[in-house]
């Protein structure tokens, strides 16, 4: 841990009613480690006000602020309920396409916990779930580099390639899926303007037809079952896209892209993968001009 000077607590912070106690206590364990702590959690409001740009609500301006401190660090420790957090989740992964090194509190503070020293296949001590490997490597295109592809979705994994398909069926049953928090149940009443009924072998289009509908809120994902395989270098892992996006520090999740549907609008397939580190997808097949 040599040559560590500033380092980034990323912990929760909205709906954490004692987040100060956590990042205090995050704050003390750094210090006496030998690290200078930077903490978001005690960033004055008038710093952060001014990162604030037109159109920001107070969640993006404080993110805008953070990244600001994130910037001036060499690293960032992990505290507890950062899975949990969408800022955290954000943070990790800034500092991953930063080269930064992203790991537990504990590992920081105990260089026991990381394993220095020792060396580790296919699997990270980082707590982000990618290895060495794959963090120091460099961001290569597909054509110059070949991955391994894991499909973790519920699905066969469809790829249009010319005139032919290629298809690659799932490889975990059952399929990994995101955990939702207790939800709030409200009843409310709806207006369609327009709708078709159909039941009981009938089928009726109407206007202006009212009925009750169930409104789910409050749910906000809290983790993934079962858990997602580890990252390693070269292997890149299809999920659905909720889970890529959750799970925003593991640079190895990629989601199926560029969906080609049939004349009924169904969605039969892609032609790409899409990545949070490379937004427009990646494309598995070089088209031709």
Not at 67 to 85: F, K, N, P, T, Y
Not at 179 to 201: F, I, K, W
Not at 262 to 270: F, K, L, N, T, Y
Request: net charge negative.
């Amino acid at each position: 841990m040599t040559g560590m000077r500033r380092v980034y607590v990323a912990g929760p912070i909205t709906g954490v009613p004692d987040y100060e106690v956590f990042f205090r206590a995050a704050c003390r364990a750094l210090r006496s480690a030998g690290f200078e702590p930077v903490s978001p959690a005690h960033l004055p409001v008038k710093s952060a006000r001014q990162c604030r740009r037109p159109g920001d609500d107070e969640w993006r301006m404080w993110m805008r602020a953070t990244g600001h401190l994130l910037l001036e660090c060499d690293g960032v420790a992990l505290i507890d309920g950062w899975r949990e957090s969408r800022g955290a989740r954000i943070e990790a992964f800034w500092a991953r396409r930063l080269r930064l090194p992203v790991k537990p509190l504990e590992h920081w503070v105990i260089p026991a916990a990381s394993g220095e020293g020792e060396e580790t296949a296919g699997r990270s001590s980082d707590g982000t779930g990618m290895s060495e490997e794959s963090q120091m490597s460099e961001h290569h295109d597909l054509s110059d580099q070949v991955y391994d592809l894991v499909n973790c979705t519920p699905h066969n994994l469809r790829f249009k390639a010319g005139d032919y398909w290629v298809e690659v069926p799932p490889e975990m049953t059952p399929a990994p899926r995101l955990t939702l928090s207790t939800e709030h149940t409200t009843r409310v009443a709806v207006r369609m303007g327009s709708a078709r009924v159909t039941g009981d072998g009938l089928t009726t289009d109407v206007t202006n037809l009212d009925m009750a509908a169930t409104v789910l809120s409050g749910r906000r994902p809290t983790g993934c079952e079962p858990p997602l395989p580890d990252g390693v270098g070269g292997v890149l892992v299809v999920v659905p896209r909720a889970i890529a996006e959750y799970f925003a520090h593991r640079e190895d999740l990629v989601w199926p892209d560029r969906l080609v549907r049939d004349v009924d609008g169904s969605v039969i397939g892609c032609t790409a993968l899409g990545a949070l580190w490379a937004p427009e997808g990646i494309d598995l097949f070089v088209e031709e001009s």
